[in-house]
């Protein structure tokens, strides 16, 4: 079975340093892993995702992510954070065909001015 | 130009109601999916459809029905509505159901049963 472990509930970092939200998944087969965000009261909107190739893939809002299949992981980075940085994440994975995206908890990053 | 909307947007009614929650995508996209997502903020699958089809029912009550009349539009009808089914349902979609690509999300229908 697909899951997703989001270990941190919460992220607190000072505005202007690195940011890191951890992802680890669990698949049977490639992995097709995604980044969302979250504003209050708002719907999801696509950060960045992996599909094949380079470990490194960049997304919207200078944000970034790194594909490691030996650690099954798929952490989202953004090297200064901004306030307006401040939501929630989700990572998602999902495989071929399985007609499905299987989202973490969730992890709440503030960014504190 | 809302890619995937939602309505309503708000939705409080009294148990033991029948309510519906209509979305459309304008994005031309095949795969269409309901999502529920819980107080602690938990997003899970309940159904995906492909052209018109039922690909997944997670194990969803059969009070739940959804209904795609077309592969543009997924509605989602709940009857004899309860306390727990308060939440917040999203509908998305995507071009495929090959995974390879993202899914884009309608804002959001938050349901209050009270």
């Known amino acids: 079975a697909q899951s997703v472990a989001q270990p941190e509930d919460q992220v607190n970092v000072a505005e202007g340093n690195p940011l890191t939200v951890k992802c680890t998944y669990s698949v049977s087969g490639n992995p097709y892993l995604f980044w969302y965000v979250q504003y209050p009261n708002r719907g999801l909107q696509f950060l960045l995702k992996y599909i094949t190739g380079d470990n490194l893939v960049k997304g919207s809002y200078g944000f970034e992510a790194e594909f490691n299949k030996s650690q099954t992981s798929f952490h989202l980075k953004k090297p200064s954070a901004l306030v307006s940085d401040s939501a929630l994440y989700f990572c998602?994975?999902?495989?071929?065909?399985?007609?499905?995206?299987?989202f973490g908890t969730g992890t709440r990053l503030k960014v504190l001015a | 130009d809302t890619a995937v909307s939602q309505t309503p947007k708000y939705l409080v009614t009294q148990m033991g109601n029948d309510k519906s929650i209509k979305c459309e995508q304008n994005?031309?996209?095949?795969?269409m999916y309901w999502y529920k997502q819980d107080s602690k903020k938990f997003l899970k699958i309940m159904f995906s459809y492909n052209n018109k089809e039922l690909i997944i029912n997670e194990t969803v009550p059969n009070r739940f029905s959804p209904k795609s009349p077309d592969k543009a539009h997924l509605n989602l009808h709940i009857n004899s509505l309860e306390l727990g089914d308060s939440a917040v349902y999203f509908c998305?979609?995507?071009?495929?159901?090959?995974?390879?690509?993202?899914?884009?999300f309608g804002q959001g229908t938050r349901l209050t049963v009270v």
């Open positions: 998305a979609s995507s071009p495929t159901g090959t995974g390879n690509t993202e899914a884009f």
């Open positions: 998602a994975v999902t495989t071929s065909g399985t007609y499905k995206y299987i």
């Open positions: 994005l031309g996209h095949d795969t």
